[in-house]
């Protein structure tokens, strides 16, 4: 049955939550607990947060460099859960980015409205500009990748021995996740300590009733102010949206940043050509800094260094093109990683060495840079209005970068999961070029994985998008390549029988005797944090959040019991399922699903004599959805 035969096109709503976002950073953290007896201090809090009020819901996603420590639902601190309501009651992304779309072409406004205004935020919570300045940072932007690279560069300078801190968006299971420092998210009682601290300080000093800073903008100026206090030896800071005036670019003198892969993504936001994107990505470098880009880009790489190279010409810091092969480096006999010979990760692996060695060559942390290599940066230096772009210096790999690399974990990025003998292939790719890599690497993956006989595996593709994204365009990627013989489409909420502030956000707490762990074997393709196991693969159960609340489990949405949507969200289902139709062969089964539990128990109706890989992707929200089930359900 067909999902417009089910709702009988009647227009009954749906009990659903309106999960549309304009950019991959809109997402929140929400919780739902009765937390009784508990003994703990409580943080000091204004009135405005008793009671939840409108309290913004958002889906969830991103990654962690090491899995979080999950608590039950009584261990969990009140304070922390109100933290996280008060924090979902601030304006979202959404908002913040449809205005930002008129700023464009009126940079001194679009500034005044980013950068200037964290400082202004953090200056209401005591951190003024000279506290920033002796921050050591790494900033890094780009278009695909900068994620990763940020995780393989702090892995890297942690295993060298320094202290980090690091700050990224988007989260896949908890907010916390965003906030870590020495690889770890941050704990719940600094968390709470350091919300509430910067919430008071802020809600405090408002000049007028709604003078708060957007959640996103709230969480750089929080982020900041606990690197601060901690004082880390690094701070590794991922651009969320562009460069120039994104909410992180706030540091006047960044010693080392770096960008990722260029493609488009944002249009609506940072403009519609590659010259006014690569403006934007180019905005983080700094006078005297060392800039250190991809060779590789998406669209255009000729027109795409040239306009880096302009833009470090003209403020005056040199910019190097990190080597796309890992073979330019010295391993001194350690064993190149099949995997890291992906090309994609090749090149996130490499510049991620450039920006940690670059780094301690800047801070006079290193001894492993040789007089040679001095030179060459000391030469470039001094050179103004450089024509060209040098290639980064081929490092030698010692035994604490090569460890830093191979202990890097970055889940929800082409990662395989094995649960209930069924195969699910994660990748939060959500572009046109990511899409492209995360088939290719699903095709020769799933092949791979089905030996001798590849016509017995049954292949399912589970797939949403966010925002103004077209799947038009980003599902042809995925099924020019691959044959699926289900197609799930469903949107990025947890469940139906929640209310609307308990959808799922990330992390939805629950007790943990109401939920079955399984054993679940886990590949981390990105890297393996174990390397005494074979073939990449780890076993033990994937803890990546605390749980969720029990629910009762509706049926596919082709069922009769089955909720209805909201009009807003029966017709982007409606259109991403007719788009799905008009592009899969005959032979797919295109279903469409209420929710993510609803998607992850369609594995009931399979037949278990057959093989089943499952490809979960489009949006990096549906992946930390799924991983969260995984983690938690049987």
Not at 17 to 28: F, H, P, Q, Y
Not at 210 to 215: G, L
Not at 282 to 292: E, L
Not at 549 to 568: E, G, R
């Amino acid at each position: 049955m067909n999902y417009e035969d089910n709702l009988g096109m009647k227009g009954t709503p749906l009990d659903f939550v309106k999960t549309e976002e304009s950019a991959d950073e809109t997402i929140t953290d929400n919780h739902k607990v009765d937390v009784k007896n508990n003994n703990e201090e409580k943080v000091v809090k204004p009135n405005i947060i008793q009671g939840q009020g409108n309290d913004r819901v958002d889906t969830g996603k991103n990654g962690c460099v090491s899995t979080p420590t999950t608590r039950s639902r009584n261990e969990i601190p009140l304070s922390y859960v109100e933290a996280i309501q008060q924090l979902n009651t601030l304006q979202s992304n959404t908002k913040a980015m449809n205005e930002s779309k008129h700023d464009i072409n009126n940079p001194v406004r679009a500034k005044q409205k980013q950068v200037d205004q964290v400082l202004h935020y953090l200056g209401l919570v005591g951190v003024t500009l000279d506290d920033i300045k002796k921050l050591n940072v790494i900033h890094i932007s780009g278009t695909k990748g900068k994620g990763s690279t940020c995780a393989y560069c702090e892995s890297i300078l942690r295993s060298h021995g320094f202290s980090t801190g690091f700050f990224s968006s988007p989260h896949l299971i908890e907010v916390r996740e965003r906030i870590k420092l020495n690889g770890q998210p941050i704990s719940y009682e600094k968390f709470t300590s350091y919300f509430w601290t910067v919430y008071n300080a802020l809600y405090a000093n408002r000049s007028h009733p709604d003078d708060m800073p957007a959640y996103f903008k709230f969480l750089t100026v929080m982020s900041f102010y606990v690197f601060v206090k901690e004082k880390p030896d690094v701070c590794i800071v991922e651009v969320g949206i562009g460069g120039l005036y994104d909410n992180t670019n706030i540091v006047p003198n960044t010693a080392v940043v770096g960008i990722t892969s260029l493609g488009y993504d944002h249009t609506q936001v940072l403009g519609n050509t590659i010259e006014q994107i690569a403006v934007q990505k180019a905005g983080i470098m700094k006078p005297d800094c060392i800039a250190i880009t991809s060779g590789l880009h998406s669209v255009d790489t000729t027109r795409c260094k040239q306009i880096l190279l302009n833009t470090s010409n003209t403020i005056n810091c040199v910019l190097l093109e990190a080597p796309a092969s890992l073979f330019n480096y010295n391993w001194k006999q350690q064993p190149l990683e099949q995997d890291w010979n992906n090309t994609i990760k090749s090149v996130n692996i490499s510049l991620a060495i450039q920006l940690a060695f670059l780094w301690m060559f800047k801070m006079n942390k290193s001894g492993t840079l040789s007089g040679q290599v001095n030179q060459m940066i000391d030469k470039l230096l001094a050179t103004q209005h450089r024509h060209s772009l040098p290639l980064g210096p081929g490092f030698e790999i010692d035994s604490k970068t090569y460890r830093g690399i191979k202990q890097c974990v970055w889940p929800g990025r082409v990662q395989v999961v094995y649960k209930n003998k069924l195969k699910y292939f994660l990748d939060g790719a959500h572009t046109i070029d990511s899409l492209e890599i995360c088939s290719h690497w699903f095709q020769n993956k799933s092949q791979a994985e089905a030996g001798f006989e590849p016509h017995s595996i049954q292949r399912i593709l589970v797939f949403n998008v966010t925002g103004e994204r077209d799947p038009a365009i980003l599902l042809p990627p995925l099924l020019k390549r691959n044959q699926f013989d289900y197609i799930l489409i469903t949107p990025n909420v947890l469940t139906n029988q929640m209310s609307p502030d308990t959808q799922y956000g990330g992390n939805l707490v629950r007790s943990t005797a109401q939920s079955k762990k399984t054993d679940v074997r886990t590949e981390h393709v990105i890297s393996n944090n174990n390397a005494s196991q074979s073939n990449n693969v780890s076993k033990g159960s994937l803890d990546f959040s605390n749980s969720i609340q029990p629910v009762t489990i509706p049926k596919c949405l082709n069922s009769a019991d089955s909720h209805t949507p909201s009009s807003s969200q029966h017709d982007k289902v409606i259109k991403l399922a007719a788009i799905a139709r008009s592009l899969c062969s005959p032979e797919s089964n295109v279903l469409t699903f209420t929710n993510v539990m609803d998607t992850y128990n369609f594995r009931h109706q399979l037949d278990p004599s057959k093989e089943y890989h499952i490809l979960v992707t489009g949006s990096l929200h549906l992946v930390g959805a799924f991983l969260n089930v995984l983690s938690n359900y049987d």
